[in-house]
């Protein structure tokens, strides 16, 4: 399997190689948006331009994640993004 982190981070985060190694998995980093894209993305948003409400197909609480992922994988529903939300 391929590992994409597209998140960044504030400090240095541990990672276990050795499951990454014996579990032959890929990790890959990638940048996907800058500083600007979010800027312009918040504009759109205020302005109506975009209504990113439409992107959001599911909410689901936290603890149901491994079905959000169930979901997106298998896509027997039309779910283009899920929000999991916690409490």
Request: hydrophobic share 45%.
């Amino acid at each position: 399997g391929r590992i994409l982190v597209t998140g960044m981070f504030l400090e240095p985060v541990a990672v276990d190689l050795l499951s990454i190694n014996l579990n032959e998995l890929e990790l890959v980093g990638s940048v996907v948006y800058d500083r600007e894209d979010f800027g312009m993305a918040v504009e759109w948003i205020e302005s109506g331009r975009f209504d990113f409400r439409k992107l959001i197909t599911h909410t689901l609480p936290l603890d149901q994640a491994q079905r959000a992922l169930t979901l997106l994988s298998e896509r027997t529903e039309d779910a283009m993004k899920i929000l999991l939300a916690g409490c």
